[in-house]
């Protein structure tokens, strides 16, 4: 029995060689950017996938050998940089008993300011209100980090909508086959495999956290994120407070495919070859398989897409939240900065532990240098008082300005200082407020 082509006797056919120029290549880098990130889904590629020449020729510059870097001209970036897991700078970090000051801070850093400022704040705007800005305290006593351990990945519920380009291109595959268009039939398997061999090849790397081991005896790690408006306290042990500012995260491709990475260049060359043999022979297929071919493809793009749609920085601090064991994070917003420099240092103070001699190693004046710079004379005085207040044993704080200090101040100054030292009382408030209380703290511990 002959089988009727569909579309046979139609003198039209497709410019597949535009069309496939039009397909896919942003989408297919950044969906395989994320292929490290979901349990599973370096065994999900078997799809023919559009971009196959711009996948290779980036990811091929992974490979490190003079005949890669001829075939796969540019630098050769880690594949930490490749996948975007490295290269954030996060924001300047001060520590308030170790004296760091670090600029700039890691990718991990980065992250954690991210997961601060998308987290959900209680609001208290009752001072005076300028530039609001939130004060964001992690704690991190209780993590327990483990050098070189896999690093918990996503479920693996979105990569299976891979099923879904996966049984799109092999029904393609299969309708060509019956009515006999093996062009187009071994064209779309030479797509899926090709695809496939890349994902799980390019996929198979080890994803884990790299910390920092510091010094047993170092001081305690409290210090802060300081950013344009907001201030991210981390309250830790310095093993725990560091690996943080200085901890990665890193992809060990190496002990599968080696320090060259040839097996990623041989599948970036298949990918090429697979863009050059698809591209030319194509248009040799039938229209119906033409049609199937350039089906299959849109179908792999819109997931693509949907791939590429999923945040991957988002991805990766819920993953480092995870390795972490979601230590609690409270966050509060307050009116000015005055206020929010002021709160933050009480609670900066609260982890001070006054029966240590180096407890004077806190030197609140100068922290609150870091948060307001300013070199005027009444700032100079502010903090002074100020820091008399923090190191202050008295339960209740003075926020009055004291004759000695403004002496030599004209009334507009005195009145300005007036003003400031009523936004640091109302930050000091917010501090009892949201800190200590919450905390279930005593002011008599703290005082």
């Known amino acids: 029995m002959s089988i009727n082509l569909p579309l046979k006797k139609t003198s039209f056919t497709l410019d597949t060689s535009g069309v496939m120029g039009f397909f896919g290549g942003e989408e297919a880098l950044s969906a395989m950017s994320t292929v490290h990130l979901y349990r599973g ?3 999900l590629g078997w799809y023919n996938s559009p971009g196959s020449y711009t996948v290779a020729k980036k990811f091929g510059q992974l490979a490190k050998s003079r005949l890669w870097d001829g075939i796969f001209p540019g630098p050769n ?31 991990l850093a980065y992250l954690i300011a991210q997961k601060a400022k998308d987290t959900e704040e209680k609001i208290n705007l009752g001072g005076r209100e300028t530039t609001p800005g939130s004060v964001s305290i992690i704690e991190l006593d209780n993590v327990e980090w483990h050098q070189g351990d896999n690093v918990p990945r996503k479920k693996i519920v979105h990569a299976l909508y891979a099923a879904i380009p996966i049984t799109s291109s092999l029904a393609a595959c299969l309708a060509c086959a019956f009515v006999h268009d093996w062009l187009a039939s071994g064209l779309i398997i030479l797509g899926m495999v090709s695809s496939g061999l890349s994902c799980l090849v390019i996929g198979s790397g080890k994803l884990h956290f790299k910390r920092v081991e510091p010094s047993s005896y170092a001081p305690r790690g409290d210090g802060f994120l300081l ?6 306290i981390l309250k830790g042990a310095e093993k725990q407070v560091v690996s943080i500012t200085k901890g990665k995260l ?27 043999i698809q591209l030319l022979l194509v248009p040799r297929a039938t229209l119906f398989g ?15 897409s949907f791939l590429s749609s999923l945040e991957k920085e988002k991805i990766q601090t819920d993953i480092l939240w995870k390795w972490l064991n979601e230590p609690p994070i409270t966050k509060f917003v307050l009116p000015n900065r005055t206020s929010e420099a002021a709160c933050a240092c009480f609670i900066l103070h609260a982890g001070v532990d006054r029966s240590r001699k180096s407890s004077t190693d806190f030197k609140p004046k100068k922290i609150l240098e870091y948060m307001i710079p300013n070199d005027t004379r009444v700032w100079e005085v502010w903090r002074k008082h100020v820091a008399e207040q923090v190191l202050s044993k008295q339960k209740i704080k003075c926020f009055r300005p004291i004759e000695e200090l403004v002496a030599d101040l004209d009334d507009e100054e005195q009145k ?32």
């Open 41 to 43: 889904r370096h065994l």
């Open 250 to 276: 890193v992809l060990d491709m190496g002990c599968i495919h080696g320090e060259k990475f040839n097996a990623v260049g041989i599948c970036s060359l298949l990918l090429l070859s697979q863009f050059l």
């Open 290 to 304: 033409q049609i199937m071919f350039l089906s299959s493809l849109a179908v792999s793009w819109a997931y693509n």
């Open 227 to 232: 950013m344009r408006n907001d201030i991210v």
């Open 77 to 107: 970036p880690t594949p930490e940089e490749m996948f975007g897991l490295d290269g954030k700078e996060g924001p300047r970090f001060i520590g308030a008993f170790s004296g760091t000051d670090m600029t700039p801070t890691g990718h």
């Open 416 to 447: 300005l200082l007036g003003q400031l030292l009523e936004d640091a009382e109302h930050g000091y408030k917010c501090y009892q407020k949201y800190y200590v209380g919450i905390n279930g703290l005593s002011l008599d511990t703290l005082a």
